[in-house]
């Protein structure tokens, strides 16, 4: 099993910036992909960022030029790194991976519990 603990949300203005950090434990094998999925409300849960183990990042294209996705294999941990956040940013945002767990060895997808991310007009 793996357990996905999320941090960082909160209510920022338009323009600023905002860090979220996901941090992964369990009995880990490997974890293929981390990433970053947002759900507004009464909308669907979309894609923001993804990060492979070898460092191949993808971002929706809303985000690109605003938001970085980074990754220390070291302490299992992702960030997305939020700048000139606008209103229509504004959801849950959602950590996820693609791992291999003990004792099972079979790739799952994980997700954490989610971070609020508001941002005022």
């Known amino acids: 099993q793996l357990q996905l603990v999320e941090s960082g949300g909160g209510l920022v203005q338009a323009g600023g910036s905002l860090r979220l950090s996901c941090a992964a434990s369990?009995?880990?094998?490997?974890?293929?992909?981390m990433g970053w999925y947002r759900q507004a409300p009464e909308e669907q849960r979309e894609l923001v960022a993804t990060?492979?183990?070898?460092?191949?990042?993808n971002y929706r294209d809303s985000v690109k030029g605003r938001f970085t996705i980074s990754r220390d294999h070291a302490k299992n941990t992702v960030y997305l790194q939020m700048n000139s956040l606008q209103p229509d940013d504004t959801a849950v945002y959602f950590c996820?991976?693609?791992?291999?767990?003990?004792?099972?060895?079979?790739?799952?997808?994980?997700w954490g519990q989610g971070a609020q991310v508001a941002v005022s007009s």
């Open positions: 369990g009995s880990i094998v490997r974890i293929r992909v």
């Open positions: 996820y991976a693609d791992a291999t767990t003990i004792p099972t060895l079979v790739s799952n997808n994980y």
């Open positions: 990060i492979t183990s070898g460092g191949t990042t």
